[in-house]
């Protein structure tokens, strides 16, 4: 199966992407039917286990999203077995050099390319006729987070790493590495001037640029900007956001 955040890209489309912090594959399935292009089982800052993360995939599966996995760090590990699971790519936390973009490309790849090992339990069944292992590296998704002032010092060098497709920007590590309040939707010139910077260096290079979000306007706003991939907030910061918006209404 191919990879849709590829071809949208491809296409010159950005991709609106969910986020899963709740470890159940019922929410993920509900979630999946939103119109997501992709959706991120968030396996740092969320509450998600390994066997969560694969009950999420089973529930979007049906629904024609492309399953994405924020790992826990830059570990071979983790890494392996999201994508055994079924992952069709991988954000990575904390990337703050070419030698650790490296190590992420190589994490993701079978060999020539890479080191991982084979064993796809269960990503084999995407797919056809075990024909897994011979598109894995050309659809698979490598995605290291710029997200401090190390990875900006370092940054051509990152993005100069074979291998790699996108990055993802952290706004709160980002803000809180250069002496800002962490949040999302951030404002400050300095920091816009950084993400006209991203994006100017990946258009150079054929790399898209990812942005977690609060807002849905702000989101569109982003790609207005450039912004390949933008995600919005996460599946627990829209409920919520929904449940107080409908208990103010009912109280008038």
Not at 96 to 113: D, H, I, S, T
């Amino acid at each position: 199966m191919a990879n849709k955040v590829k071809e949208a890209w491809r296409s010159g489309r950005a991709v609106v992407n969910g986020w899963l912090a709740i470890p159940n594959g019922f929410s993920a399935e509900m979630y999946a039917q939103a119109g997501w292009d992709s959706v991120t089982v968030d396996m740092q800052h969320g509450i998600q286990d390994y066997l969560s993360c694969i009950a999420c995939f089973q529930g979007m599966q049906p629904h024609g999203v492309t399953p994405l996995v924020r790992v826990p760090w830059n570990e071979p590990g983790i890494i392996g077995k999201v994508l055994d699971g079924g992952a069709y790519g991988v954000i990575c936390p904390m990337v703050n050099n070419a030698e650790q973009a490296r190590n992420l490309v190589a994490y993701c790849k079978y060999p020539p390319q890479g080191t991982r090992s084979n064993g796809p339990i269960r990503a084999g069944i995407y797919g056809e006729g075990g024909s897994y292992q011979k598109t894995a590296n050309d659809e698979i998704l490598v995605i290291p987070m710029i997200e401090t002032s190390e990875a900006l010092d370092q940054l051509e060098a990152i993005l100069d790493v074979p291998g790699i497709d996108a990055i993802y920007v952290g706004p709160s590590d980002l803000g809180l590495s250069l002496g800002l309040p962490p949040k999302l939707d951030r404002e400050e010139t300095n920091i816009l001037k950084i993400y006209e910077r991203l994006i100017r260096e990946c258009d150079k290079r054929g790399i898209a640029v990812g942005l977690h979000n609060g807002t849905a306007a702000y989101a569109k706003r982003m790609i207005g900007m450039g912004f390949k991939l933008v995600t919005i907030s996460n599946e627990v910061g829209l409920m919520v956001a929904a449940a107080r918006a409908a208990v103010r209404e009912a109280r008038g």
